[in-house]
């Protein structure tokens, strides 16, 4: 069996924080690159970070000096620290494997994160 299964998410004030785990069941996650996107009601599914199987991190500008993609390989686990939240970071959140541009695995429910007052 292969999933990755999203969750974290939560309700949060502007300025506030959540940490969001991309758990991986079927395969091990480490042999992947993986990223995490979001997408907001009416707009496209967008990439946020992603973190390479060789460790390497890149982030969207929207999200650069907030958030902080890491890997756990003891806990097949990927996480996504998002500091200093703002509403428009409110969106579905997924993680997937990729390669190049294209998405691995099916898409799951993903985790909902909503920034507002």
């Known amino acids: 069996q292969l999933q990755l299964v999203e969750s974290g998410g939560g309700s949060v004030q502007p300025g506030g924080s959540l940490r969001l785990s991309c758990a991986a069941s079927g395969f091990t996650l480490n042999r992947y690159d993986i990223s995490w996107f979001r997408q907001a009601p009416g707009e496209e599914r967008e990439r946020v970070s992603c973190i390479s199987s060789g460790g390497s991190t890149n982030y969207a500008d929207s999200v650069k000096g907030r958030f902080t993609i890491s890997s756990d390989n003891a806990k097949n686990t990927v996480y996504l620290q998002m500091n200093s939240l703002k509403p428009e970071d409110t969106a579905v959140y997924y993680c997937?494997?990729?390669?190049?541009?294209?998405?691995?695995?099916?898409w799951g429910q993903g985790t909902q994160v909503t920034v507002s007052s």
């Open positions: 997937n494997a990729i390669r190049t541009i294209y998405p691995i695995f099916s």
